[in-house]
């Protein structure tokens, strides 16, 4: 039989051990919040790209070019403000990937849907920022040989995504369909994949993407992907700049194939939004 001092000693023994994991479980929490919530529950509240005039109208083509700024690829050609019903948006981008004809140059190929960036007043400085928009990719999309969808850019980036000046950072599909995040940086291109869903299609899904640059000379800069609020793909060890001087400027708002488009379809995108800090 336990004496009464025996008793307390167990009580006082339990009590630490359920105390050891109550803040075992609070560090672990804290530790994995930024990664578990998507980003824009914890960033500043966001800028919007807007898809309507000073009078609330529906931009139209050119209209859509000239707030691109000097410099687009597809603009014109293959994209358009259209109606959604039941969309995330009432108004949304719908971007052309045309099926080229053949012998069509590889520059064409290349740019069969658009490309252009946004800079919001102030945004600059910024080393980390939160990119969300929604994406509908028809039913029975083809996947092709790959693609890609808005990113966030900065530096000194020239047009092309491949530009080897500056920096980019975008979600893409490959060829089975699976999300991956390439990132552009000084010539040297990476890619995290490793998720085994394809992006759905014949729906709209939710993405928020976050991008932290690393301290220069250390290799820890964050790239994060949310695909319906459920974190997909993350790496805490990208190397994204080695000058103090490079930091975020904007939206890539690039979206297409990689390649000839298998067949002539189309995708939508919501008005995209982006903080920073």
């Not at 898809?51 to 014109?76: F, T, W, Y």
């Amino acid at each position: 039989m336990k004496s009464p001092r025996q008793f307390e000693l167990l009580i006082n023994v339990g009590a630490a051990i359920a105390g050891i994991g109550v803040i075992g479980y609070i560090a672990y929490a804290a530790l994995h919040k930024d990664v578990d919530q998507p980003c824009s529950t914890r960033y500043p509240a966001a800028t919007r790209f807007s898809l309507h005039n000073s009078e609330g109208k529906p931009l139209s083509a050119i209209a859509l070019q000239a707030r691109a700024g000097l410099r687009d690829l597809g603009v014109i050609d293959n994209a358009s403000v259209v109606r959604s019903a039941g969309g995330p948006a009432e108004d949304v981008l719908e971007v052309k990937l045309r099926q080229l004809p053949a012998g069509a140059d590889q520059d064409a190929a290349a740019h069969n849907g658009i490309e252009f960036r946004w800079s919001p007043p102030g945004m600059k400085p910024a080393t980390a920022a939160c990119l969300s928009y929604s994406v509908l990719l028809p039913d029975k999309f083809a996947f092709g040989s790959g693609g890609f969808l808005p990113g966030v850019f900065g530096g000194t980036a020239g047009l092309s995504r491949d530009s080897a000046a500056g920096l980019s950072v975008s979600p893409e599909w490959e060829r089975d369909g699976r999300p991956l995040i390439a990132s552009t940086s000084a010539g040297r291109i990476g890619r995290i994949s490793g998720n085994k869903s394809a992006w759905p299609t014949g729906r709209w899904v939710r993405i928020e993407q976050e991008v932290v640059l690393n301290e220069p000379g250390k290799e820890y800069g964050q790239t994060s992907l949310w695909v319906d609020g459920v974190l997909t793909l993350d790496s805490r060890s990208v190397l994204l700049r080695k000058d103090a001087g490079e930091t975020l400027s904007g939206v890539l708002v690039a979206a297409g194939y990689h390649g000839t488009p298998p067949e002539a379809s189309s995708l939508r995108i919501s008005p995209f939004e982006i903080s920073w800090r």
